[in-house]
């Protein structure tokens, strides 16, 4: 059962105001499917109330290369899997005032935990010796980033400020909780919606 959510961090400094007056919002994709931010886009109409009090300043549903400065809510799938999710998510935690785990994966490392079960070097072994391709490089040749030795869930990296469970989340919980971020308040579910899953 998912915890009760706190208010966002107290000590994080505050943004700098939009000019426009709108939060800035940034979506994020680590180690999972991308059905977190499909469950997102199935917000339908709702998007255009989102946007209409939020500017999306970074997603992987945007094509931006660098994680801005100043961002209000960071909403962040999946779970920490290699070198480049370790380095994007302290710059995430770094410049957003409020960090959100965002679906099951990103709360408890779900799925992509799965490979916990094997070594590294197993796991290239099974997938690329073993299977269909041949093994890539990831250590020094920055081609694919360094697989970390476990996967991990975002908070045991990074100080996480609310929980949203689901896999995916249903499009009623995210809206819950980007409404209560978009209006200042902190996140808080019923109890239906606090499951995983």
């Known amino acids: 059962m998912a915890r009760k959510q706190t208010n966002p961090r ?73 070198v480049d999710h370790v380095k994007l998510a302290k710059e995430i935690r770094e410049r957003s005032k409020i960090v959100v785990s965002f679906g099951d994966c990103a709360v408890t490392g779900n799925v992509t935990s799965l490979r916990n079960r094997l070594q590294v070097d197993d796991l290239l072994t ?3 010796h073993e299977g269909p391709g041949s093994v890539p490089h990831g250590d020094d040749d920055d081609i694919m980033p360094a697989l970390l030795p476990r996967v991990i869930p975002l908070h045991q990296l990074i100080k996480v400020d609310a929980f949203i469970p689901g896999c995916p989340p249903d499009t009623d919980r995210i809206w819950t909780a980007v409404s209560a971020l978009l209006a200042g308040q902190p996140v808080e579910f019923e109890p239906e919606m606090r499951l995983f899953g």
């Open 126 to 128: 099974k997938v690329y």
């Open 10 to 82: 107290e000590d994080a400094a505050p943004a700098a105001p939009p000019s426009n007056g709108k939060i800035r919002l940034a979506t994020v994709w680590m180690g999972g499917c991308s059905g977190c931010h499909m469950s997102f886009l199935d917000l339908d109409e709702k998007l255009l109330d989102l946007f209409a009090q939020a500017d999306l300043v970074y997603s992987p549903i945007a094509d931006l290369k660098e994680f801005p400065e100043n961002v209000d809510v960071t909403l962040v799938e999946g779970a920490i899997a290699n």
